[in-house]
Every structure is written in C-alpha cells, then in structure tokens.
C-alpha cells in the first residue's frame, strides 16, 4: 500500500515562479485590481484635472490683469499729483506777478528802482512760462466761460455780441488746466 503523504501547510513546497505566474493569470491580485480600476476613473479625474487647470489659469490671467490696471492707474495718479501740485504752486505765484505788473504801471521818480523791479519782473515771467504756464489773452476774441470769468456786463451797440471789453484781472493756465481765470467785463 502506498503511503499518504500528510502535508502540513509548513511542510509545503515553495511554488515556483512558472507556478506563481499562471497562478497569477487565472486570478487578480489586489494591485491589478487598483490599477484597473484606476484606469476607469483616468478619463473622469483627467477632465476633472483639465477643468481645474483651466480654471486656475483663469484666475491668473485675472490677477495679472487686476495688477497692471492697478499698476497703470496708480503711475497716472501719479502723474496726475505731480500736476497738479505743480498748478497749486505756480498758481501762488500768480499774485506775486500781478504785484509786480501794478508796481511798473505806477509812476516812479527813480529810473534804477523801476529797472530793478522790470528785471525782477521779467525774471519772474520767464520762470513761469519755463514752467509751461501761459497766459490767457482775453482781448483777442468774444467771451468764453470755458476761460473768462465776466464780472461785469455792459450794452454797447457798436460792440459785438458776448465780446469782452476790458480785462481787470488777467488769466493763466497750465497745458488744459485752468489756474486762474481771466476777470473781462462783456458788452451786450
């Protein structure tokens, strides 16, 4: 009689690899079974990645756009300040040049005083238009409230419509900045 071999699960021959990869075929291993699965869910998680891609460019796209408006209205707010503190401070000047245009009408005895205070004054103008300040020539054409600040009105027939008349106070601006308005008195 032949003998039965009892083989214990410890007395049990190792498999071989021949053994372990048709074993492998006829059934999934739990990693196959992961990666099949994972591959079913590639096309969902790719377009879900697409999208969140997308959606993230978007949004930089946004932010640099947000940046260079910030970028380019601040450099015009700067821009913007400078001009204006420079009309601010050239607009105080304004009266120093009208002192100084009341000093020459006036008669004076002293020929070398009334030379200092022309040379002073000339000095004075030629800084301001250095500064781009010019004057506003009221007397050259009809009443424009754009320009003119008309203080007084006068009927005068042989005068035309809205023209200005006499000038008490003359005007400047600065490039399209007004700094003073010139005060005209108007006829009709």
């Known amino acids: 009689m032949a003998e039965k071999k009892n083989k214990s699960p410890e007395a049990a021959e190792p498999e071989t690899a021949s053994q372990q990869e048709a074993a492998g075929t006829e059934q999934e291993t739990p990693s196959q079974s992961a990666q099949a699965e994972q591959e079913a869910k590639a096309p969902d998680e790719t377009e879900a990645l697409k999208e969140q891609v997308k959606d993230l460019n978007d949004k930089l796209l946004r932010s640099m756009a947000e940046f260079d408006n910030f970028r380019k209205r601040s450099q015009r707010e700067k821009d913007q300040i400078y001009t204006d503190a420079k009309a601010d401070t050239a607009a105080q000047f304004l009266t120093v040049l009208d002192n100084f245009e009341r000093a020459l009408a006036t008669e004076s005895t002293d020929e070398n005083f009334r ?27 009809d009443f424009d409230p754009t320009l003119h600040h008309a203080v007084m009105h006068v009927d005068d027939d042989s005068l035309g419509q809205s023209q200005v008349v006499e000038v008490f106070q003359k005007g400047y601006r600065m490039g399209d900045k007004i700094l003073r308005y010139a005060m005209v008195k108007v006829a009709n």
């Open 115 to 141: 030379k200092g205070v022309q040379m002073i004054y000339d000095g004075l103008l030629e800084t301001i238009k250095k500064l781009g300040i010019e004057e506003i020539n009221p007397t050259e054409g």
